[in-house]
């Protein structure tokens, strides 16, 4: 058997999670994925993989290997890429995956970069989900936050932080908190992304770090969902500023405790490491960069 498909069928097995799958990948057949990888097991004289009904995993010797593999397989492309560089331009699909209130700051460089790049089509979907890059054949995702898989490339487009805030209503019926701690006992509305989960993070004018542990009677991942409820008074919200910007200066949500500022995050193009960067998603994703850089002020107009 040809060597490199039997690595190439090893690797995909690994990151797909079993024979079937990886045989979807490669449009060979579970049986002719099965034998490449005992073909490899049989020239190395040893098992790569731990085989049940369910899964299959890595064995000591297997882990070793796949590393080797997934650099050897990576060094492969890389050079193939490398030789048509010169000729290399952008072209087919490029499928990107981000949250809904990004979609403003994306929507401009989608825009740009179809109309520059003919040969290439967009395939944007729009969440508020953890997505598996791999398995649902993303190039690239535009998040708001650092995704929780490790292996995954994060390049920083902007930076951006929270505002706390709530409406004229809230404080009428509630009374302004004059102090992080008085946030324990309100209802603070909180979105499911968050971080750091109950406790939100605060830098205060000396720059020491401060946080408070909250609660409250709304969780969600849809910032807009929140948003409607912070105007309606249901609670005190740590709002993303680009989202409350407009009813901040109109004056319909009030900015509480300024001393105190959220944490720093980076809005962050995310794209898988085992593969080499195709022109499509470097370009795209250079386009995105400087957009971003042209756009700080508004993705963070609470600097």
Request: hydrophobic fraction near 40%.
């Given at each position: 058997?040809?060597?490199?498909?039997?690595?190439?069928?090893?690797?995909?097995?690994?990151?797909?999670?079993?024979?079937?799958?990886?045989?979807?990948?490669?449009?060979?057949?579970?049986?002719?994925?099965?034998?490449?990888?005992?073909?490899?097991?049989?020239?190395?004289?040893?098992?790569l993989?731990?085989?049940?009904?369910?899964?299959?995993?890595?064995?000591?010797?297997?882990?070793?290997?796949?590393?080797?593999?997934?650099?050897?397989?990576?060094?492969?492309?890389?050079?193939?890429?490398?030789?048509?560089?010169?000729?290399?331009?952008?072209?087919?699909?490029?499928?990107?995956?981000?949250?809904?209130?990004?979609v403003?700051?994306?929507?401009?460089?989608?825009?740009?970069?179809?109309?520059?790049?003919?040969?290439?089509?967009?395939?944007?979907?729009?969440?508020?989900?953890?997505?598996?890059?791999?398995?649902?054949?993303?190039?690239?995702?535009?998040?708001?936050?650092?995704p929780?898989?490790s292996?995954?490339?994060?390049?920083s487009?902007?930076?951006?932080?929270?505002?706390?805030?709530c409406?004229h209503?809230?404080?009428?019926?509630?009374?302004?908190?004059?102090?992080?701690?008085?946030?324990?006992?309100?209802?603070?509305?909180?979105h499911?992304?968050?971080?750091?989960?109950?406790?939100?993070?605060?830098?205060?004018?000396?720059?020491?770090?401060?946080?408070?542990?909250v609660a409250?009677?709304?969780?969600?991942?849809?910032?807009?969902?929140?948003r409607?409820?912070t105007?309606?008074?249901?609670?005190?919200?740590?709002?993303?500023?680009?989202?409350?910007?407009d009813?901040?200066?109109?004056?319909?949500?009030?900015?509480?405790?300024?001393?105190?500022?959220?944490?720093?995050?980076?809005?962050?193009?995310?794209?898988p490491?085992?593969?080499?960067?195709?022109a499509?998603?470097?370009?795209?994703?250079?386009?995105?960069?400087?957009?971003?850089?042209?756009?700080?002020k508004?993705?963070?107009?609470?600097?």
């Open positions: 058997m040809d060597r490199l498909t039997s690595l190439t069928a090893f690797v995909r097995v690994v990151d797909t999670g079993g024979f079937s799958a990886a045989g979807r990948k490669l449009n060979l057949s579970t049986t002719m994925v099965s034998n490449h990888v005992q073909a490899l097991e049989e020239r190395l004289g040893a098992r993989l731990n085989r049940t009904t369910r899964k299959v995993s890595l064995t000591e010797v297997g882990k070793v290997y796949y590393e080797r593999c997934t650099q050897i397989l990576a060094d492969i492309e890389q050079a193939d890429d490398i030789a048509g560089a010169l000729q290399s331009t952008p072209r087919g699909t490029l499928r990107i995956y981000t949250n809904t209130h990004l403003q700051f994306l929507s401009p460089a989608v825009t740009e970069f179809l109309a520059a790049y003919p040969d290439v089509k967009v395939d944007l979907v729009i969440g508020e989900r953890n997505i598996d890059m791999i398995d649902e054949n993303f190039d690239v995702a535009i998040r708001m936050v650092p929780p898989d292996s995954l490339i994060v390049r487009l902007a930076t951006w932080r929270h505002v706390l805030c409406s209503g809230y404080i009428e019926k509630h009374g302004k908190p004059e102090q992080l701690a008085d946030l324990s006992a309100r209802n603070c509305i909180r499911s992304s968050y971080p750091h989960g109950e406790e939100w993070r605060f830098i205060d004018r000396k720059g020491a770090s401060a946080a408070v542990r409250g009677n709304l969780t969600s991942n849809s910032g807009e969902t929140l409607r409820a105007l309606a008074g249901v609670g005190i919200w740590l709002a993303a500023g680009f989202l409350v910007r009813d901040l200066e109109s004056g319909e949500l009030v900015r509480l405790l300024p001393e105190y500022r959220p944490v720093e995050f980076s809005m962050n193009a995310v794209y490491h085992r593969h080499h960067l195709s499509k998603v470097r370009t795209f994703i250079d386009l995105l960069a400087r957009h971003s850089a042209e756009q700080q508004l993705i963070n107009p609470y600097a």
